[in-house]
């Protein structure tokens, strides 16, 4: 099993930016298919962005297209979560999440079922 272990979260205000990293134990090539997961209170975990085989392919949810960016340094078995231009809607728990095992169908179907591998989660607020 793969150790997870985000930072980068805090309280910022709407318009402001953030970078979220999720540190990984293993070598990357294992990590297929990495994620980012967000969960507001009283909301299901719903996916945020993919990244498949060492960022060759990202994919990123309709509400976050174009503000978000998903990347890896392969190197440092660093993900990063750049976020910019932050709405109070984007205040959630960020998880970030791993599978080695799902194919690109599956990493950008961002179907939390599918991942094995969990972090403990960072806390992103943004204020109005």
């Known amino acids: 099993q793969v150790q997870l272990v985000e930072s980068g979260g805090g309280s910022v205000q709407a318009g402001g930016s953030l970078r979220l990293s999720c540190q990984y134990s293993?070598?990357?090539?294992?990590?297929?298919?990495m994620a980012w997961f967000r969960q507001a209170p009283g909301k299901e975990r719903e996916g945020v962005a993919a990244s498949f085989t060492g960022g060759m392919s990202t994919w990123y949810a309709d509400s976050v297209k174009g503000r978000f960016t998903i990347s890896q340094d392969n190197d440092q078995n660093t993900l990063y979560l750049q976020m910019n231009t932050l709405k109070p809607e984007d205040t959630a728990m960020y998880y970030c999440a791993a599978d080695r095992d799902i194919g690109w169908l599956y990493c950008s179907a961002l179907g939390k079922d599918d991942f094995g591998d969990w972090g403990q989660g960072t806390q992103v607020t943004v204020s109005s």
């Open positions: 293993s070598n990357p090539i294992t990590r297929k298919c």
